[in-house]
């Protein structure tokens, strides 16, 4: 049955207008298809009338049943005499994959989007261990994290035009565990929460294992405050779970007007919004930078989520809370079931690196420019058509696989010595199939390597066995 509903008016911005080619129902079944595959239009939405589609978009009511009509025999449309229809996925569609690293270390990893230590890391980690001593003579335990790291986490904020204290700090270790807390503090079981879609495949996890009830909204486009507002007023979420910057996997950006909607949809529905700040420091192009989120905000409904594994080093693991006083102390309460606090030296170590943070973002930009470009070329060579918006920052490239399931090449892909995680895992029911994330952390050519290996992947016949290459 539908979980939420979509106007004639709605769908119609959707599809962009009347769909081009013919015959027209073909047409326009085949935008809705595609509407429900890449996540924009969710699964068990209440579809509109014939008649008002047809209005809408200046179609007979004829081409919008006959539409309808195919889509029902293919599976992408329910329905029930009374109730209306609504979108589904056809039976033995794939679910929602398991996304991991890859635990075959021969594997060129396609599914770990992090990039290594910075040049100087060594330095960093020598002037936290001269430090150390001077933290030695306490406990150890500083729940909210030591004062200089939470100091230099709010300067960052203060510069970016967020003025922020150190008190409404609570460093953890590593964002998904500030997330976790966050959910832990926010979420019972059965609870609706809002998430985009395709999204970060852990925060949904953390979700699912907090008993929430996902409400996707479809970003593959880019950000539509009126989908999200929907989505919550529907849903009745107190929560929301959104990735702003270099949005993770398809590397969006959300402009600052997209921003001031969200959160002003957030208050005007009672929502409190988690912004995943993980990907900020990764602008790739020199790119105007909206402001965060929390700019935008005035009642403390938006909690900042931030991390040191992307922009310095994975192995660092240290992330870190903003949100009001009140709200931290309680979360400080929340962690005690998990974790007393984060190691010191990890600590001591971010604080160094937060203080050259300019010169580090620096040579990530040049860095992975240089890689994403090694990419694009390789992909746009080898798999000429594969689909992707070059990205203006972050780690990878979404791409789309046109007549291609991303589980059935992830399946053979391994077969070539690749670990690749299908599209379905960024996603909440089983759809994105169609898409592929392919980051752009290895050096140039292990990303060529990678590429013609998932072109052969992606041209082997049903059943084949191709002898194993050799790894790197």
């Known amino acids: 049955m539908a979980s ?16 081009e080619g013919r015959p027209l129902y073909a047409a326009l079944a085949r935008s809705l298809r595609g509407l429900v595959l890449d996540g924009r239009l969710p699964l068990r939405t209440r579809l509109p009338a014939e008649r008002d589609l047809a209005a809408a978009l200046g179609l007979s009511r004829t081409t919008v049943t006959s539409a309808y009509d195919a889509l029902r025999a293919e599976g992408y ?26 635990e075959d270390r021969t594997l ?21 261990v001269a430090e150390l001593p001077c933290y030695t003579r306490g406990p150890g335990y500083e729940p909210l994290g030591l004062w200089t790291l ?20 609570l460093v953890t270790t590593g964002a998904q565990h500030a997330l976790c807390l966050v959910v832990q503090a926010f979420v019972r079981p059965g609870d609706p929460v809002l998430v985009e879609s395709p999204t970060y495949p852990h925060a949904l996890d953390a979700l699912r294992r907090a008993g929430a009830r996902l409400v996707p909204a ?36 959300m402009d600052d007007d997209v921003r001031a909607a969200v959160v002003a949809a957030a208050r005007a529905t009672g929502a409190y919004v988690i912004t995943d700040e993980t990907f900020t420091e990764l602008a790739v192009d020199d790119v105007a930078r909206p402001r965060p989120l929390a700019a935008h905000d005035t009642d403390g409904r938006v909690i900042s989520i931030g991390s040191a594994s992307k922009v310095l080093w994975g192995g660092l693991r240290i992330g870190w809370i903003r949100a009001t006083q009140a709200l931290v102390r309680r ?35 040049a860095m992975l420019r240089e890689r994403r470009a090694a990419l694009v ?44 995680v299908p599209g379905t895992a960024f996603g909440v029911d ?26 052969a992947a992606c041209r082997e016949p049903a059943g084949a066995q191709p002898p194993r290459p050799a790894f790197v």
């Open 4 to 19: 939420r509903t979509i106007n004639a008016t709605g769908l119609a911005r959707l599809l962009g207008g009347t769909p």
């Open 77 to 102: 449309v329910e329905s029930r005499q009374g109730a209306g229809s609504w979108t589904a996925l056809p039976a033995g569609s794939p679910g929602a994959a398991r996304h991991g690293l890859a």
């Open 108 to 128: 060129i990893d396609l599914a770990c989007v992090a990039p290594p230590a910075p040049r100087g890391f060594e330095d960093d980690v020598a002037a936290a």
């Open 150 to 169: 939470r100091e230099a986490i709010a300067a960052r904020y203060t510069a970016r035009g967020v003025p922020t204290l150190p008190e409404q700090i």
């Open 218 to 253: 479809g970003v593959n486009a880019g950000w539509d405050p009126e989908l999200i507002t929907s989505g919550l007023r529907q849903s009745a979420a107190r929560l929301a779970y959104l990735i702003p910057d270099f949005q993770n996997p398809t590397g969006l950006l």
């Open 331 to 365: 979360l400080v309460e929340a962690r005690e079931s998990v974790d007393l606090a984060s190691p010191v030296l990890e600590q001591l170590i971010v604080a160094g690196l937060l203080g050259r943070m300019d010169a580090v973002a620096g040579e990530r930009r």
């Open 377 to 420: 070329d390789a992909l746009r060579r080898e798999c000429p058509d594969w689909e992707f918006t070059v990205p203006p920052g972050g780690l990878s490239l979404w791409v789309r696989l046109p007549g291609t399931s991303s589980t059935a090449l992830a399946a053979t892909a391994a077969r070539y010595g690749l670990h690749v």
């Open 430 to 455: 089983g759809v994105l199939d169609d898409h592929v994330r392919v980051p752009y952390v290895l050096p140039p050519e292990v990303l060529r390597d990678a590429v013609s290996r998932l072109a």
